[in-house]
T-cell receptor, first 120, second 112 residues
Framework: ETGVTQTPRHLVMGMTNKKSLKCEQH?????MYWYKQSAKKPLELMFV???????ENNSVPSRFSPECPNSSHLFLHLHTLQPEDSALYLC???????????????????FGEGSRLTVL | QKEVEQNSGPLSVPEGAIASLNCTYS??????FFWYRQYSGKSPELIMS????GDKEDGRFTAQLNKASQYVSLLIRDSQPSDSATYLC????????????FGTGTRLQVTL
């Protein structure tokens, strides 16, 4: 069983659809992240959750809506997306030893295999 | 100005040679620096971290940090074809210790 599991691995959706990406981590970590990876662009941090609380929203459009019901699960709800939102969406987890998302981060992110999203 | 800059490559080196990957960053207050490796079609994985000026060695990998020049590098000795991947430089930005800012990555090709 891999440490961070993402489903679905591939998703094609129209601009009017609503879909969700799911991420589950089996590492006992307390922080989870959504990153967007587009061709020739740096990995973009979208959201950070620490102990289920959102600690970072990196100016992400409201058509992306995260949900973190517990420390092991993270969702990204998608609605009315645009073609430029097509990308690889990576979920990651980490252990924050201080528990405040500030000083206890080791820098080691454990990534899932990603969900390749295509918006038509 | 980009926060973390890397040459996108590809950087081509023959098998057995030293590969040198470079990264510059804009935030003088950055404290933590990381190298991630990403194979084609796979997710990034951490291979090196460095926090203080100087060199840090781990097997065939050496990370070098120069905070005065805002420069961090990764050397791979005795390069192998299995080292062919994209190498991502990541930096923590001041005030956001749990947030990594990534460069675009350098694609390394190790040729036979």
């Amino acid at each position: 069983e891999t440490g961070v599991t993402q489903t679905p691995r591939h998703l094609v959706m129209g601009m009017t659809n609503k879909k969700s990406l799911k991420c589950e981590q089996h590492l006992g970590h307390n922080a989870m992240y959504w990153y967007k990876q587009s061709a020739k662009k740096p990995l973009e941090l979208m959201f950070v959750y620490n102990f289920k609380e959102q600690t970072e929203n990196n100016s992400v459009p409201s058509r992306f809506s995260p949900e973190c019901p517990n420390s092991s699960h993270l969702f990204l709800h998608l609605h009315t997306l645009q073609p430029e939102d097509s990308a690889l969406y990576l979920c990651a987890s980490s252990q924050d030893f201080r528990g405040n998302g500030l000083a206890g981060f080791t820098g080691e992110l454990f990534f899932g295999e990603g969900s390749r999203l295509t918006v038509l | 100005q980009k926060e973390v800059e890397q040459n996108s490559g590809p950087l081509s080196v023959p098998e057995g040679a030293i590969a040198s990957l470079n990264c510059t960053y804009s935030d003088r207050g950055s404290q933590s620096f990381f190298w991630y490796r990403q194979y084609s079609g796979k997710s990034p994985e951490l291979i090196m971290s460095i926090y203080s000026n100087g060199d840090k060695e781990d097997g065939r990998f050496t990370a070098q940090l120069n905070k005065a020049s805002q420069y961090v590098s990764l050397l791979i000795r005795d390069s192998q074809p299995s080292d062919s991947a994209t190498y991502l430089c990541a930096v923590t930005i001041t005030g956001t210790a749990s947030k990594l800012t990534f460069g675009t990555g350098t694609r390394l090709q190790v040729t036979l």
